[in-house]
């Protein structure tokens, strides 16, 4: 649906009867009624989310977001809220335990079916930051000693309430995981042959306390619809399917995004931010830079005979830090990017340099030029020895940079920190200190001051 | 496998028998895998690529970059090539038909089978950016009258090839798609019943001309695990799996991770660009932001009479800068991530700088209390109302560079352009040129000078 169209239905909500309402919400996709869903004033929201069937009801409580959950959950019907909580996946309903406040948290609770309390029990056992956070306990095992053909009736006998029926797990009498059978294989395989023996052995599975992000790779890395999730002792406690790890995948790339521009790195939706959070999610990182920032007034105030001397050095320190921050910038990201996905490690370090090293200088070669012509040709311009005292300082400012950019990461990631959230205001501060020095120091020696 | 075991092994490597590194190799995951591949010499990597079993060598393949395919595929005996790719997915064949040079690609087609040839002739018709770049033509079809019987018994006779058996579509004589049925669905209806009738009408589907990212969220949202591709009349032309889909996204975080980097945005990995292709890919961004960057020496010329009456002003500039344009990269960076995920749009532009206008006030008024103690009390130490006649500039400036920084990525968005790529440069210069601006003249107010 176009923009227009559904602007033009929303600005209609409050005259349509709940029939039109009714037909116009099946018509939406998920991903559509989240969006419109966004745009709906407080009473429309819970009037539209009344009048969903009881599919999208649970769909859409699954993807909003923690704040949101609460408040539409404290504005349903007991009865309401007990028809739509039952009906949702336990790994989603653990979220919304999770998300909402302490009294709400009760009702819920109360409204829980005695089935659903015991699932959500279990899985509230574990870190929802961890693998087992995404875990839903709704999946199909067997024992290994029964039939393909008695597998397939199994599963279509309990096969409707679970997560994925595309895998059965193959366990043994203390649930310890043997191995795992997809349904396409049991298709292709003769009805009277063993699971045990049809299965496939070497089963790829992830401990409970790993991190999120580990086993999102160790499923995309597998082409896996199902990831099963196991204890110390190798014994099943759920599986983490494919769209969850999307999801996980989506709020890493929102959190690496935000490290990146100079913030914390928690994945909120910024119009659910209030001021107070911004601000305690951006302040921090601003005094951090401004107080080491500051370093560069020191370097300024120790050159003030040579500024005084040659003023025309001071209106291009701007440019000078800029640059290097924008090179510094570059290496570094391609650093981050490369230590995130495994393509670079610590011990390249010096095929890294040698390439940033050739890379600079070229690059600062050119800039160099650019800032000549620009010092000689336009306002203020400066005359010829100052341009090139200006563009011969910022060749070796440039390849410094290069070479800081891109060390900072490495050296922050072997230490063991997140090269995201330090490499930046590390590497900016160096910058800016080291490449004022360079740039006076050089225009010194190039003007003979 | 820890990072020492695999070293210890790497090691080794050329003194192991064929038989132990077969075996070394059939203990790794995929991705295990593709991390020891790239630390393998070149006559290492073709040995290893050798010993690898069939299915290993096809999911190797089509995991390595354009340039690495490339090398392999010519490192290989013509017999052996024809095995591995006649054993490869259509859609990652095509990727390596792609990827390759024109001789390379002559040699490719040649050892192709019949069949295989011509699903690559059909799939190489359209864009590989496309949403049909990813499809492959694998999928299973069945007309409306068979019966849900017949359906499992189709899947059983003929699902062995294709991607995905956990999903039939429904077609008619022109394979236009009228609807879709999961393998889930037919286990748990009466065989007896026509696929007509038990199939879901409301499939989801794409046109093979909408962008990838498009359908990777389309597919997203709905958590399918396969996306049915059609064409202008609605005629079936394919699939993409969730697998492809989870490729997609990573893709994409790479590129915007770049442009936020200053830098074009394509994925290429680090390793495998050479020196003049890192340097096209960060030069133009840097000319342009160094002359656009240029005009703080404008603003810095012109207010020299005021560095000259109170010089300690130019010792701050950095700072100045630094803070502005740290305060705008945050803002730009939440807007730009809003606008990508869609939780803020152009018509929300009231709320944000609202918002923003908050945010930059007591952020400022913080970071300007934090320069006045810093100015004060720490060398090169300005005294009192010279600190306060930069720390209260600063809080203009954060206020000035918080709203700018939300603003640019809300009107280059709603212009039609790319806000990951524009916004940084555009801000980052307004920000210098109007924060030395609002810095000095705040200054000399306050001064009285």
């Known amino acids: 649906m176009s923009e227009e169209a559904r602007s033009e239905r929303l600005s209609a909500f409050d005259e349509l009867s709940d029939e039109e309402i009714r037909s116009l919400l099946a018509d939406l996709g998920d991903h559509e009624l989240l969006e419109l869903y966004a745009h709906l004033s407080d009473t429309q929201s819970v009037r539209a989310f009344m009048l969903l069937d009881l599919e999208s009801k649970t769909d859409l409580i699954a993807n909003l977001s923690d704040a949101e959950q609460e408040w539409l959950i404290s504005q349903l019907p007991m009865q309401n809220m007990r028809t739509v909580l039952d009906e949702m996946d336990p790994d989603d309903l653990v979220d919304v335990i999770q998300a909402v406040s302490a009294e709400a948290r009760q009702s819920v609770w109360n409204s829980l079916s005695p089935e659903a309390r015991e699932e959500t029990q279990f899985l509230l056992r574990f870190d929802e930051d961890d693998a087992a956070g995404l875990m839903t306990p709704r999946y199909l095992a067997v024992r290994p000693s029964i039939t393909v053909g008695q597998t397939i009736a199994f599963i279509r006998r309990?096969?409707?309430?679970?997560?994925?029926?595309?895998?059965?797990?193959?366990?043994?009498?203390?649930?310890?995981?043997?191995?795992?059978?997809?349904?396409?294989?049991?298709?292709?395989?003769?009805?009277?042959?063993?699971?045990?023996?049809?299965?496939?052995?070497?089963?790829?599975?992830?401990?409970?306390?790993?991190?999120?992000?580990?086993?999102?790779?160790?499923?995309?890395?597998?082409?896996?619809?199902?990831?099963?999730?196991?204890?110390?002792?190798?014994?099943?406690?759920?599986?983490?399917?494919?769209?969850?790890?999307?999801?996980?995948?989506?709020?890493?790339?929102?959190?690496?995004?935000?490290?990146?521009?100079?913030?914390?790195?928690?994945?909120?939706?910024?119009?659910?931010?209030?001021?107070?959070?911004?601000?305690r999610k951006r302040v921090p990182w601003l005094i951090v830079l401004l107080i080491a920032g500051t370093i560069t007034t020191n370097v300024l105030s120790h050159f003030e005979p040579i500024i005084l001397a040659a003023t025309f050095l001071s209106w291009f320190v701007p440019v000078i830090t800029q640059t290097g921050g924008n090179t510094g910038t570059q290496s570094s990201t391609l650093m981050i990017r490369g230590l995130a996905t495994g393509e670079v490690r610590f011990r390249d370090v010096g095929m890294v340099l040698a390439k940033e090293l050739a890379v600079g200088a070229i690059m600062g070669a050119t800039l160099g030029a650019v800032i000549i012509l620009r010092g000689v040709f336009l306002p203020p311009g400066v005359g010829w020895l100052p341009a090139v005292a200006i563009g011969g300082s910022l060749v070796f400012v440039v390849i410094f940079s290069s070479l800081v950019g891109a060390l900072a990461p490495l050296v922050i990631d072997r230490l063991g920190a997140d090269p995201t959230v330090m490499a930046g205001p590390l590497m900016a501060t160096i910058i800016d200190v080291a490449g004022l020095t360079i740039y006076f120091t050089v225009a010194r020696l190039i003007l003979a001051l």
Request: charged fraction near 30%.
């Open 158 to 279: 309990n096969g409707r309430d679970v997560e994925t029926v595309y895998y059965v797990y193959v366990v043994d009498q203390v649930k310890r995981l043997l191995g795992v059978i997809s349904l396409r294989d049991l298709l292709f395989t003769d009805d009277t042959i063993t699971v045990g023996e049809a299965m496939a052995r070497d089963v790829v599975s992830v401990r409970d306390d790993i991190d999120q992000e580990e086993a999102a790779r160790i499923l995309d890395a597998n082409d896996l619809i199902a990831l099963p999730v196991v204890d110390g002792y190798d014994r099943l406690l759920g599986i983490i399917t494919f769209d969850d790890v999307i999801d996980v995948i989506r709020e890493e790339q929102t959190e690496d995004v935000y490290k990146m521009g100079a913030m914390e790195g928690s994945a909120e939706r910024y119009v659910d931010s209030s001021v107070w959070k911004l601000i």
